[in-house]
């Protein structure tokens, strides 16, 4: 969906490395997560923001923090990045926690 | 901790019906029932919603019973343009209401 955007698509870095994935959304809405896809699994949740003020951890959200820097921006960072968490990672948004819009993704290598 | 249940994998073939039964047993009373395409590298993408009872749209039909403890997604005659993980989604009281998805069904529909 162009209304949510990630920035890197893709992206290889080395393990130790801080990465930065960028979410931005141009729906209006208060709600935005990041999710993680492994191969061949389903989606798992990592972090969710219901608002600006508002973060939450998701399921797996060791390793990892994120920052919603605006009602439309919602940042996850790597701080030390290690090979397994090589995996596709999805942006979403969505209005009151009904129908969610995804972004294209992002694949991240950890080498 | 998914708290649904679905086939892992459907095998189809073209022009033919196909239901896809979800369980969710602890599905919170103001949650709604959500479908989910996502082909390949792709985000998810929705397919239809529902709170109770049927739901019908332009691309499939979802069946509810009045306890709400498991859902069937219906595709009317497939094509192999259909042929991707489908995915249930619904809240978890445990979660407080956070969506969590389930583990997702490969449906794969054969000429």
């Known amino acids: 969906d162009a209304d949510v955007t990630q920035t890197p698509r893709n992206r290889i870095t080395k393990t130790g490395k801080r990465i930065m994935l960028e979410c931005s959304q141009t729906?209006?809405?208060?709600?935005m997560y990041w999710y993680r896809q492994d191969p061949g699994l389903g989606l798992q949740l990592i972090y969710y923001s219901f608002d600006v003020k508002d973060i939450n951890k998701g399921e797996i959200s060791d390793g990892y923090s994120v920052s919603r820097q605006a009602q439309a921006k919602f940042s996850l960072s790597l701080e030390s990045a290690i090979p397994n968490q090589t995996a596709l990672y999805f942006c979403?948004?969505?209005?009151?926690?009904?129908?969610?819009?995804f972004g294209p993704g992002t694949r991240l290598t950890v080498l | 901790l998914a708290k649904t249940t679905q086939p892992i994998s459907m095998d189809s073939y073209e022009g033919q019906e196909v239901n896809i039964t979800c369980s969710h047993n602890?599905?919170?009373?103001?949650?709604?029932i959500t479908w989910y395409q996502q082909f390949p590298s792709q985000g998810p993408r929705f397919i239809i919603q529902?709170?109770?009872t049927k739901v019908t749209n332009e691309v499939a039909s979802l069946f509810i019973p009045a306890d709400r403890k498991s859902s069937t997604l219906s595709l009317p005659r497939v094509s192999l343009s259909d042929t991707a993980v489908y995915y249930c989604l619904v809240g978890d009281r445990q979660r407080g209401g956070k969506l969590i998805f389930g583990q997702g069904t490969e449906l794969s529909v054969k000429p």
């Open positions: 729906k209006g809405h208060d709600r």
């Open positions: 529902g709170y109770k």
């Open positions: 602890n599905i919170a009373t103001n949650d709604y």
């Open positions: 979403a948004t969505s209005d009151l926690g009904r129908e969610q819009f």
